[in-house]
C-alpha cells in the first residue's frame, strides 16, 4: 500500500526542526543499545554463575566431548517430530477453534469434547494408548476378516509420536486460536456482514488474517513447549536427543554429564527457535507498526 | 465448498482402491510365524539398549550395505551387548538376518506387539503373569538377584537384616515383586528373607543404585539388583558392596507375543531348540564368560520348558 504524504509547500523548503529529531533520534538508539548490552552482560553474568555452579558437580567434560557428536544426531529427530506435529496440530486447532466458535452443536460438541479429552490427560498415556492401544481396535477387524482397515491402526513409532503429539498440541492450540478469533472485534463481523461477505468469506479475509498476528506467538511458545515433549517419544525407541543421551548415560553411568548435555542442547534449540519467531512476529506485524 | 468436499471424497477413495492393491500384491501368504520370518529372510528382535551389557547401542556404527533390515530398524552392528549376540546367533540358525528395535522395556512387556517385531532377547524372567500375555522359550541363561548396600555401611551382615529399611529396585520388575513377597517362578521354591521392606521405586535399577550411591541411609539403604548389574556399577566405581549371597534366580529366556496374528507357537519351538543347542555346544558359556566374568549359563539349559504348558 502506497503511502501519500502532504509535499512541503515552496521549492523545497528544509523542516528547522529537522537536526533536533535527528538528534533526538541518535540519543534514543544509544539508550536502546546501551540497555540491550546491559541485558546481555546479565545473561553473561548468570552465565558464569551457572558454569560455577555446574562444576561443583562431579562431572566428567571428556565423556561429552566424546559423546557430543552422537547424542547431536538425534536433534534431527526432535526437530522434524516437532515440525510435523506442530504443523498437524495447527491444522488440527483451526479446526477446533472455528468448531468451538460455531453456532453448530455437533460441530461445538464434537470440538469441546476433543479439547476436554486431550488436555484433560498426560501425553505419555496419550502416546502409549496410540501405540499399544490402537493396534488392538485393528487387530479385531484383521479377525474379521479386513486386514487392509486392520493395517492402518497400526501405526509405527514415528506415527505414532506425530499422531500423540498433534492431537494432543492441537487441543491445547484449540483454546489460543479461538481467544486470537474472539479477540477481533465484534464491529469487524458486522462491517463484513454489511458489505454482502458470507461467514466464510469473512473468516477467510477479516477474520482470520487479523487474529493470525495475535496467535502467531503463543504458536512460537507452544513449538518451544513441544520440542521439550517430544522426548516422551522415546518410549517408542526414537533415536532422539533423549533416548540418546540417556542410553548413553546408562554405558558407563554418566547420567548428569548426558543429561545436562541433552539439557544444552534442547536449550539452544528453543533459543534458535524463539529467534525465529520473533522475526515472524516481527513481519506479522508490519502493518501495525508507527 | 462443494469443490472441497469433491477432492476430499476422491482422495479417500483413492486412498482406499490403493491399500486394497497393496493387500493383493503381498507375496504368498506365509501359515505362521516361523514361516513368515523365513519368507522374509530377518528375524525382528526387540531389545532396549538401557541394559548394558545385556544390550547398549554402538556409536557411530556404519550399516552393512547389503542389510535387510528397513531404515527404521537397526542392524546387528549398531547394538551390542550379551543379548545382542544371542540374537544374532539364533537368527543365523534360522537361516535369517537378525535386525533390532528399540521400544522401551514396558511396551516390550505389556504384550500385544501388533507383529511390530517378531520375539523379544531382552534377559526376561519368565514368570507367570508374563506368561498371560507371552510364550517363553528355554531360558538363555540366570540372573542371581542379590541386595546391594552402600560401602560404608558396617551394620548389615547379611539380607535378612533389611526387614524395615528403605529398600529400592525398578519398578514392575521381579525385584518390586520379591519385596513385596509375591514373586513366583516357575520351577524354584521363594524364600522371602526380608520382612517389610519399605519399598521405593524407580525407572530402571541403575536409578536406584545412583540414589544408594548418594550415601548410606540417604535415600536408600540398599538396592535389590541383579548381580551383574551391581557388580558392574561397582567396577565404574560407584562406592557400593553386595550383601551375602544371592537372595533367588530368575530364569531369563526369549519372549514372542500371544496376540499375534499368525500363531507364535512353531517360532518359538524352533528359537528353544537352536538356544539348546547353544546351551549344549557352548556358545552360550562363551558368551557369558565374554560379557559376566562368570558362568551364568548352565542352569538355564537344565530348566525343563515343558512344566510351563504352553504348548
Wanted: charged content about 15%; hydrophobic content about 45%.
Amino acid at each position: 500500500m502506497a503511502v501519500y504524504t502532504l509535499k512541503p509547500f515552496g521549492p523545497m523548503r528544509t523542516d528547522p526542526d529537522q537536526s533536533m529529531g535527528e538528534r533526538l533520534m541518535a540519543i534514543e538508539r544509544r539508550a536502546k543499545l546501551m540497555h540491550t548490552l546491559q541485558v546481555a552482560l546479565v545473561w553473561v553474568a548468570l552465565v558464569i554463575i551457572l558454569g560455577f555452579a555446574l562444576a561443583l558437580l562431579n562431572f566428567d567434560l571428556q565423556y561429552v566431548l566424546e559423546h557430543f557428536q552422537f547424542v547431536l544426531q538425534g536433534a534431527w529427530y526432535t526437530i522434524g517430530i516437532s515440525l510435523a506435529s506442530i504443523f498437524f496440530a495447527t491444522i488440527l486447532a483451526l479446526l477446533g477453534a472455528l468448531g468451538k466458535l460455531s453456532k453448530n452443536s455437533i460441530a461445538q460438541g464434537i470440538s469441546s469434547f476433543y479439547v476436554s479429552i486431550f488436555r484433560g490427560t498426560p501425553l505419555l498415556i496419550q502416546i502409549y494408548i496410540i501405540y499399544l492401544g490402537l493396534p488392538q481396535m485393528g487387530r479385531q477387524f484383521t479377525v474379521l476378516g479386513y486386514p487392509q482397515i486392520g493395517q492402518l491402526f497400526i501405526l509405527n513409532e514415528l506415527q505414532s509420536g506425530i499422531l500423540a503429539l498433534s492431537l494432543n498440541y492441537g487441543a491445547y492450540m484449540t483454546e489460543i486460536f479461538r481467544a486470537g478469533i474472539q479477540s477481533i472485534s465484534f464491529g469487524q463481523h458486522e462491517a463484513a456482514a454489511a458489505i454482502g461477505m458470507s461467514s466464510v468469506q469473512t473468516n477467510r479475509r477479516v477474520i482470520l488474517p487479523q487474529a493470525v498476528r495475535v496467535i502467531i506467538p503463543d504458536i512460537g511458545n507452544q513449538f518451544i513447549a513441544m520440542q521439550k515433549d517430544s522426548a516422551l517419544v522415546s518410549v517408542m525407541g526414537i533415536w532422539e536427543l533423549t533416548f540418546r543421551a540417556n542410553r548413553l548415560a546408562r554405558q558407563e553411568s554418566k547420567f548428569i554429564e548426558m543429561l545436562l548435555l541433552a539439557a544444552l542442547l534442547y536449550w539452544i534449540l528453543t533459543i534458535i527457535s524463539s529467534w525465529l519467531e520473533g522475526r515472524l512476529e516481527r513481519r506479522m506485524a508490519h502493518a501495525y507498526e508507527r | 465448498m462443494r469443490k472441497t468436499t469433491l477432492v476430499f471424497t476422491v482422495l479417500v477413495i483413492t486412498s482406499l482402491i490403493l491399500s486394497a492393491c497393496g493387500g493383493l500384491g503381498a507375496p504368498a501368504q506365509a501359515a505362521d510365524k516361523l514361516q513368515e520370518v523365513k519368507n522374509r529372510g530377518v528375524l525382528l528382535v526387540s531389545t532396549d539398549p538401557a541394559y548394558p551389557p545385556q544390550s547398549e547401542l554402538v556409536e557411530n556404527a556404519t550399516r552393512a550395505s547389503n542389510t535387510k533390515c528397513a531404515s527404521d530398524q537397526r542392524t546387528g552392528d549398531e547394538l551390542r551387548g550379551f543379548d545382542i549376540d544371542a540374537s544374532k546367533e539364533i537368527a543365523k540358525r534360522l537361516g535369517v538376518e537378525a535386525c533390532f528395535v528399540t521400544p522401551s522395556w514396558d511396551l516390550i512387556t505389556a504384550g500385544g506387539w501388533a507383529d511390530r517385531w517378531d520375539i523379544s532377547v531382552g534377559s526376561m524372567t519368565v514368570t507367570p503373569e508374563r506368561m498371560e500375555k507371552l510364550l517363553f522359550t528355554q531360558p538363555y541363561y540366570t540372573t542371581p538377584a542379590a541386595f546391594f548396600v552402600h560401602q560404608d555401611n558396617t551394620t548389615f551382615t547379611q539380607p535378612s537384616d533389611l526387614s524395615g529399611k528403605t529398600i529400592g529396585a525398578c519398578t514392575g520388575c521381579t525385584y518390586d515383586f520379591y519385596l513385596a513377597g509375591t514373586l513366583q517362578i516357575p520351577g524354584e521354591e521363594m524364600n522371602y528373607v526380608v520382612q517389610n521392606p519399605n519399598f521405593k521405586g524407580y525407572e530402571t535399577d541403575l536409578n536406584a543404585l545412583q540414589d544408594l550411591a548418594l550415601g548410606d541411609g540417604t535415600r536408600l539403604d540398599a538396592v535389590l539388583t541383579a548381580q551383574p548389574t551391581g557388580a558392574g556399577s561397582i567396577a565404574d566405581g560407584m562406592p557400593l558392596k553386595q550383601l551375602g549371597e544371592p537372595v533367588y534366580f530368575e530364569y531369563l529366556a526369549a519372549a514372542l507375543d500371544k496376540a499375534s496374528i499368525k500363531t507364535s507357537i512353531p517360532l518359538a519351538q524352533e528359537v528353544s531348540k537352536i538356544i539348546q543347542a547353544m546351551h549344549e555346544d557352548g556358545t552360550l558359556l562363551k558368551l557369558s564368560e565374554q560379557y559376566y566374568g562368570l558362568d551364568l549359563t548352565s542352569a538355564a539349559g537344565d530348566f525343563d520348558l515343558s512344566q510351563l504348558k504352553q504348548w
